[in-house]
């Protein structure tokens, strides 16, 4: 099936069931970044591949929001199909919630899968729906219903990270966010982000591509520590769990447990990443709280054996660049080496590390004017081949049990102009003037992304992506809460944080 | 009366009348930031007279939060009463909302003058309290009921903002607001401060000292521009005001006006700005919205007719700069000059000028050590007086017809260390370092920031305060949404906004 039929057996069933416009987003009942495959309904809908899109699909219309890091590649993929993209905060364009809402008539009928969408989204949303009296009907997935060859969820199982690596026991990770609890007056807090899941167990798994983490969810009171996953991925660590007072529950349990805990419970989530379809099912004898994530900056703050961790594994992974660099210099223009085989090198030199478990998201080998579209990747359909002159940018990084790495290298194999010069030269000022720079504690990664962005703007140029983000400790390549960006987020620096350092020039 | 006395003596009424905690803010009606006398329940209860404080009293506690900028200030104020200084926003300490629940029984009863808090920190106090079910009474004004020598509100007469200063009419200003409110299906808008007021009817008055507003609401409707203020103050603008279709009511009739409009009205105010008194007496029959002060953005974004207004204020502004620091350096050392006669000197050498109305707030004038305290200004009982060697600190501005200035300037009166040299050379060098900024449009100011704290944190030094802010027209010296400070706050930089330079060091 191509796209257009996809989109016309989807607005078939819209008309079916008298539904005036129906949204897709990129998530999964997590709030994955980079969720898996099984629920990427855009890209079966869309044929557009990138980590951030929300669609918008009524009888004449088929839109795709994205930001500014896949404006080139959403142009590329959707061409030739209904579909517009449309520019994410752009000062020009409407956000999907205004669209959606003047689109569809009033009294009109609005759908989605609600586990598909936070709940912070989803109120937004209604909100603005509200303001026609559009309703929004939360339990109809009907991309799932036309989806044939949908991939299958994973059935890996969950192993224990030792605490050698993890330098916390989780009895004592668990005690500390009972301290929060109890100090906040919490008596449930419910966790759906799985790597503050498996950074509070200790646990890791293998159900995100490039991610070390399981699907499930957590529950935590004074009483207990229940973690909603499915029994046969869990097999392997019951025994650890148990010794450690956590009960295992059936993944999809969460509703039920918190009906069953009593009248009048203060229940408290982070509204950003949890599913809207969870909270509607929240009996309303409870009192739902909106929090930020309490495991987040727990989680995000290392401890001086993750730290030492972090050190060694970044010792390790640089010899292993080096070595790649090495091999790539010696062989360009030799053999014929494609942006595809520079990923597999690094997994077969990464992976030869005792404690090398995976990529850590995947490689960005872009040459020349492919580094353009930032977070490009090679296809089987689409790749260049490397030859002795110009840049190669290189964007890859490792899960290793002591650690997760990203590094990013653009490599000069030869003859370079003197324009490519000056941004490569502008590129390593960015990254020196964050690099040195001193700041109070406290201060929020926006204030310090002016020094990696002044060289630039001086030069009356940008980069459309942040600077750097939050590094999980074995764990997602992108963890919150703190991130060196023009985004204006308090997300306070605390000691033990990590943070990339990755300004560029796309051109 | 002492200020324990004063307090003794409110206690005595919380005994009466069963209340645990009693809270004291520094706002009036309008949230405005320098809030006439009449207001200053602070000042009359603590005897602190900065421009920031909350007071929380109980029985055994008398506690008073403000900031940074007046540490020192309210440290030297409060000895020797039953007050204890609270820092806010220190990481050591705790916000008043949360000691106001610890510090409150359960079932508890807290109260204060709910005119004088905003929609927005209510709620969130009433979100703590009622984690223990403490009750907040907000129609109980004990402090007006025992404030005997009270200072009355004025009466000052309210006059027309000329075109040719304003550079837009009235009828155009109110109906971009239409637009808005169309645009949001908003069917009626709320203005309760005092500055945007004065800009949307293109009005000035003298109610607030060193400002040109005057007490009012106002209530935006597609019909209806209703200005809610004393007869007697507006009696000169009535037939203009006609003119413009703008209808008067009584300054206390707001409740009742919304409550007339019909049912299910959507009313919407900047929950920041307006007092939850008003807000506690709208009729449930209608849903309220809290918005970003739509008038805010549209003031500062100053027109072409203003900032040629802005320029040429400035520039015979700063004459009157070099004149005052000629007569100042001519004059030290051979007569008499104290802190006190800076400001009188200034108020002699602008008011000359033919459009000048007033202050645009308190002059600081501070010799050597003094200095250190921001926002310092000399009394009667405590001022300094200025020789011929050290830094005097100068921090003044006025209010013109044709616009408003503030400008700081530290004036070397003879022979200075080596360390004032450094701190002089490194406050200079923050300032160029901002003032060659090159940025994107659409940054916000905790961006810029950056650039002048570096040369401060690059030596390990930094000043407690803002960088810049934004400045009314012939309006308030500090106006948003705009500015420049290491606080995170999304106020995207727009054509026409206007921002002071102002870092510092204080030692």
New interface residues.
């Given amino acids: 099936m191509t796209v257009n039929e996809r989109v016309d057996l989807l607005r078939g069933l819209m008309g079916e069931k008298g539904i005036d416009a129906y949204i897709v987003t990129k998530f999964d009942p997590h709030m994955t970044e980079d969720s898996p495959e099984h629920y990427n309904y855009v890209k079966f809908i869309s044929g557009f591949t990138g980590s951030n899109a929300t669609v918008l699909i009524t009888k004449d219309e088929a839109l795709l929001w994205t930001d500014g890091r896949y404006f080139v590649q959403a142009h590329r993929q959707l061409k030739g199909t209904y579909f517009k993209m449309q520019k994410e905060n752009s ?1 020009k364009s409407v956000d999907y919630k205004t669209y959606a809402r003047d689109i569809t008539p009033q009294n009109g009928v609005m759908a989605l899968n609600g586990a598909t969408i936070s709940v912070f989204e989803a109120m937004g949303l209604i909100d603005k729906l509200s ?2 009296d559009i309703s929004l009907q939360i339990d109809i997935d009907l991309i799932g219903g036309i989806w044939e060859d949908r991939p299958e969820l994973s059935n890996n199982k969950v192993f224990i990270h030792d605490i050698k690596y993890a330098g916390e026991c989780r009895q004592e990770k668990i005690s500390r966010v009972r301290g929060v609890l109890k100090e ?2 919490i008596d449930a807090y419910v966790i759906s982000s799985l790597d503050d899941i498996a950074w509070l167990f200790n646990l890791r798994g293998n159900d995100v591509p490039n991610n070390t983490t399981f699907a499930s969810y957590v529950v935590i009171t004074q009483e207990d520590a229940a973690l909603f996953v499915h029994s046969d991925k869990i097999s392997d660590c019951v025994e650890e769990l148990a010794g450690s007072h956590v009960t295992l529950k059936p993944y999809d349990g969460v509703p039920d447990y918190l009906n069953s805990l009593g009248k009048d419970k203060i229940i408290a989530f982070d509204n950003r990443r949890s599913n809207y379809l969870i909270y509607s099912k929240i009996s309303s004898g409870h009192k739902v709280r909106d929090i930020k994530e309490i495991t987040s900056e727990m989680k995000a703050c290392k401890n001086k054996v993750e730290i030492e961790n972090i050190k060694n594994v970044n010792i390790r992974d640089s010899a292993y660049m080096v070595r790649f660099i090495k091999w790539l210099k010696e062989n360009v223009g030799k053999q014929e080496i494609t942006e595809l085989d520079i990923s597999e090198k690094l997994i077969e030199i990464r992976g030869k590390d005792k404690n090398y478990l995976s990529p850590s998201f995947k490689t960005i080998a872009a040459y020349m004017g492919n580094a353009a579209m930032m977070h490009y990747s090679a296809t089987e359909e689409s790749y260049s081949t490397i030859k002795p002159e110009g840049f190669l940018l290189v964007d890859s990084g490792g899960q290793y049990l002591d650690g997760t790495t990203d590094v990013t290298r653009t490599i000069v194999l030869g003859s370079v102009s003197s324009e490519m010069k000056r941004d490569y030269t502008l590129t390593l000022k960015s990254n020196i003037s964050l690099a040195r ?4 504690k ?3 990664g ?6 990696a ?2 060289p630039m ?2 030069n ?1 140029m ?1 980069y459309k992506c942040g600077t750097g983000h939050g590094i999980g400790f074995c764990l997602n390549v992108h963890e919150g809460p703190q991130n060196i960006s ?1 985004r ?3 997300a306070p620096f605390k000691e033990g944080m990590i943070l990339s350092n990755e300004p560029g020039v796309y051109r």
Same sequence: chains 1, 2.
């Fill in positions: 000062p303001q026609k906040e007056s720079a001193v700041f109070l406290g201060v929020s926006v204030m310090l992304d002016m020094l962005r002044q703007w001086n009356l940008d023009t204006v987020i308090a």
